[in-house]
Nanobody, 118 residues
Framework: QVQLVESGGGLVQPGGSLRLSCAAS????????MGWYRQAPGKQRELVAT????????NYADSVKGRFTISRVNAKNTVYLQMDSLKAEDTAVYYC???????????WGQGTQVTVSS
């Protein structure tokens, strides 16, 4: 059974930091591009950051560039999202996504809530 389990969410004050983790029980994890997405109440799910299979290429939404960093450790089947200088508008449920064009497979995690508030 494939599972993506996010953790690390919570309540943080503006300007603070959080580190999200996504642990994947996927055979062949290194074959998957990984991504973080988020969905705020009343809004569509949006891309936050992506990272390629080997970690050599990353991509960020303009709204998080310079504040968030995506990384992965293939030996641990885990992808991370370091979030710094958090703002109220970063409040959302954050989801982990795994996709492999080679294997024609896409998986989503259940999400973790991030709330930025004073």
């Amino acid at each position: 059974q494939v599972q993506l389990v996010e953790s690390g969410g919570g309540l943080v004050q503006p300007g603070g930091s959080l580190r999200l983790s996504c642990a994947a029980s996927i055979s062949g994890f290194s074959l998957y591009n990984m991504g973080w997405y988020r969905q705020a109440p009343g809004k569509q799910r949006e891309l936050v950051a992506t990272i390629t299979t080997g970690g050599g290429n990353t991509n960020y939404a303009d709204s998080v560039k310079g504040r968030f960093t995506i990384s992965r450790v293939n030996a641990k089947n885990t992808v991370y999202l370091q979030m710094d200088s958090l703002k109220a508008e970063d409040t959302a449920v954050y989801y982990c996504k795994a996709n492999s064009a080679l294997l024609s497979r896409i998986y989503w995690g259940q999400g973790t809530q991030v709330t930025v508030s004073s």
